[in-house]
């Protein structure tokens, strides 16, 4: 594409240069340029983009994009006041809308985004809508899908992947929404169709500083679209932060709940180890649910997966029978068969509300038998406040506690420890083990067929980040091989 055609509708910017070069291609890493490629140099709390312009012309970029005119550069220059913004519109423009030939469903909130995401991608294609995804596990573009760096990425990837779905022939995206991404404006000009709230809760308070900060960089979502009943925006009528969330959003609002009035709600909900039924109501429509995922917190999402299928038409009683077919996302609430039959679960669950659910809906299904045994820890480098939280909710819910590392990164793993032990009121009732691995075969070992195992914070996730290195590590393989290993020890007595 010509510079000219890729910056007509982009004002407050200047050009030093030829306007009718061809560009290659969109960049903001020197490392990634290729040949005609056009280099946007960011400021950022970390390096300044500037600096790597150098290494970009070397590697063959032909135009960047920059805050401060530089004459001794030998390339085409945009300067712009508002990089991070031109570089959302260049990326618009260079792939052409590429949200406009999409169905777009944007899920952003605490918990919950990506078993909602796979939820709704999962109903979309039962309803013949090929759906791409954009989330914390994976990017799925028809039959390609890559492992995720980040759960939203930079604005000019985001731009790409879209255009890439578009190409594969897929008719929808479902796209999770960090607030890092709504912040950072990685989501920019990305005309999404439904917008989605899970809920709000105590996290990434290391970077927002403040719930309130928090809450308004979510809010970014639903402000973003635009008036009309053509765009919706579906909120969760429980969390108490559903009403700011609301405040001038112009779009059409559907709201979902259990305990709260809503448009869409649940009743007589029961469930076991093997799955969840629940009736919904929805005007004067009323059908009977059954998934295999358990927990109210998943009826709620479930909620938020069927007002998504109701804005494309569906009926309740066809949502029911594509609800019915669903299987977890990975690593949420995941049961990891094991050749000790022991009730053994993975849950992604690395904030203190989220641990907390999954440890009521756990403790629900043992109906007083066994006992239910917490393996998790807290990922270093990441907001301080929530580590004895997590101790209190495990506490609280758990018969025995393992405590062992997470992610440490370049924090010292004892010192993180030490700051989740602070928030237990019984010494007793915890353990210590900061190696991951011996965490998880110390609770097969204390576990019997009747109790229930939880291992929570990684979830998905196959590698386990130190300060200067990183190894493969991926609880659900961990745990299965050490059952499988026990087993055959017992086999041998």
Known sequence: MRLKQLIKDISNISVKGSKDIEISGITSNSKMVSPGNLFVAKRGQVSDGNQYIPEAIKAGATCVLTDIYDPSLQLVQIISPDVIGTEATLARNYYQSASEDLFMVGVTGTSGKTTTSYAIKHILECAKMRSGLVGTIEYVMGDVRYPATRTTPDVVANHKMLREMVRAGMDACVMEVTSHALEQRRAQHIEFDVACFTNL???????????????????????????????????????PWSERMKEGCRAKIITYGIE??????????????????????????????????????????????????????LTLEELSGYMHTFQTAPGRLERVENSLKLNLYVDYAHKADALRNVLITLRECMKGHGKLITVFGCGGDRDKEKRPMMACAAEELSDVVIVTSDNPRSEDPQLIAKEICSGFTSPERHLIELDRKKAIELAVDL???????????????????????????????????????????????
């Not at 999402?301 to 109701?310: D, R």
């Open 260 to 313: 709260k009035k809503a448009d869409i709600t649940a009743s007589d909900i029961s469930f076991n180890a093997k799955g969840t039924t629940f009736e919904v109501h929805y005007e004067n429509q009323r059908a009977r649910f059954s998934w295999p995922l358990i927990g109210r917190f998943n009826v709620s999402n479930a909620l938020c997966v069927i007002a998504v299928g109701l804005t494309r038409g």
């Open 201 to 239: 809760t105590h996290e990434h308070l290391d970077y927002h500083v403040s719930m309130e900060s928090y809450c308004k960089a979510k809010q970014k979502l639903f402000l973003d679209l635009k008036n009309g009943t053509e765009k919706v925006a579906i909120f969760n009528s429980d969390c």
């Open 447 to 493: 576990a019997t067929p009747d109790d229930i195992i939880v291992i929570a914070g990684k979830g998905h996730e196959v590698k386990q980040y130190f300060n200067n290195y990183t190894i493969d590590f991926d609880d659900r393989l961990i745990a299965k091989e050490y059952c499988l290993i026990k087993s055959s020890q017992e086999s041998l007595v």
